[in-house]
């Protein structure tokens, strides 16, 4: 008979995420995320040799996750409904909000992410500015618009994510004043030609 591991590689990634999201990287030691787990911290090294890579590992799988967020309408040309679901994701799942969007990645990492993390944390990030690539060509905005894309990006997440850190830092989950704030700013920015981003928004924000 096969044995399953007792502990799983995502145990100790979600420990990880909550102990960020609750008390800052520092918190995420390896004896802290082991604890967590209820895993002896042998169990913790036989998945990942440092901390540096479960941090990578949290990291890229945050990443992934905020990728899956945003590429779909994005990619569709519709840039206010990336915003409303980045406010949604960090009223629903805000532990993994508040480890990503309250922290960086000098901050997380001990040291430069290597091997599979490296590719994985690639990946994703790939994925987003393929989205917003594809989400500007949607709208007109060439290569050569430094500006309008510069827009683009800060009103779908520099704005969104300044809108939903202060109740992040607070400890609370964002609420209907944050969703409120960020309907409002979605509103400046425009539709894709042939997309149902005007009408979807409307209906979001009725």
Partial sequence: ??????????????????????????????????????????????????????????WAALLDELAGILAPPLAAGRPARAALALADWAAV????????LLADLDTVLDAPPEGDTAAAIDAAEARIEAAFDACAARLGLGAGDAAGRARLRFLV??????????ALKAGRMPGP?????????VTLLPAAPGSDDETALAEDTA
Avoid at 19 to 46: C, D, F, N
Avoid at 157 to 165: F, G, K, N, S, T
Avoid at 177 to 185: A, F, P, W, Y
């Fill in 1 to 58: 008979m096969v044995r399953t591991p007792r502990f799983a590689a995502e145990d100790f990634v979600e420990a990880a995420i909550g102990l960020v999201a609750e008390g800052g990287p520092s918190a995420a030691t390896m004896a802290s995320i082991a604890r967590a787990v209820g895993a002896p911290t042998g169990s913790l090294y036989h998945r990942f040799d440092s901390r540096a890579a479960v941090m990578g590992a949290m």
């Fill in 93 to 100: 799942r805000p532990r993994p909000a508040r480890a990503l």
């Fill in 157 to 166: 997440i520099d704005a969104p994510v300044a809108a939903l850190r202060p």
């Fill in 177 to 185: 004043g944050e969703r409120r704030l960020i309907e409002e700013l």
